[in-house]
């Protein structure tokens, strides 16, 4: 293994290190979750593609329209998602996050900022500025990646395995996604 392995191998580590010891911050919102995870999957992926149609979205997540349909009816009633006529072609609805769907989003998303907050304040300034300079690093390569990705064409590929359909019947507590509240 030559050096350049041999680095991306520790970063990777302690990457790793790092979200093992992030995901023992229970105020993490996502432990909170009352989703099923085509649900979650579901409102990551319209929040992507804000507006996007069931078309798309059953062929992004690779499933049929009709399990797009039924995730879809499950998020609307819990208001995360609205549908929304488009004006072009009235037969298509344009699913878009509602603000308590983008709410839980950005909850998400910005999941451990405190905690990564509390972190940089161990720091010297010094140190700092190293951390600033590999971060600045780091999103100058995820910006020119996504990018190359998006100049390509490419699209986030569907998981490996398919998002099962949802039953049609209501959720029974024991189909959702539940973790314990509290200490």
Do not use: C, W
Request: hydrophobic share 40%; charged share 25%.
């Amino acid at each position: 293994m030559d050096e350049r392995e041999e680095l991306v191998a520790r970063i990777m580590g302690i990457q790793r290190e790092i979200q093992h010891l992030f995901a023992h911050d229970r105020s993490d919102p996502i432990l909170s979750l009352n989703l099923t995870l085509p649900q979650l999957k579901m409102l990551i992926l319209i929040s992507l593609r804000p507006g996007a149609a069931g078309q798309e979205i059953s062929r992004l997540l690779g499933v049929s329209l009709a399990t797009v349909t039924g995730i879809v009816d499950r998020l609307v009633a819990q208001h995360l998602v609205f549908r929304r006529e488009d004006p072009r072609d009235r037969r298509i609805r344009r699913i878009e996050l509602t603000p308590s769907g983008q709410e839980l989003i950005d909850q998400l998303l910005t999941a451990g900022a405190e905690r990564l907050r509390h972190l940089l304040d161990r720091l010297t300034v010094d140190q700092l500025r190293i951390v600033e300079q590999a971060s600045t690093l780091l999103a100058r390569a995820a910006s020119a990646e996504l990018a190359e990705n998006t100049a390509l064409g490419e699209h986030p590929k569907p998981a490996p395995d398919p998002v099962p359909a949802e039953p049609s019947t209501p959720a029974r507590d024991s189909d959702q996604v539940q973790y314990p509240s509290g200490g």
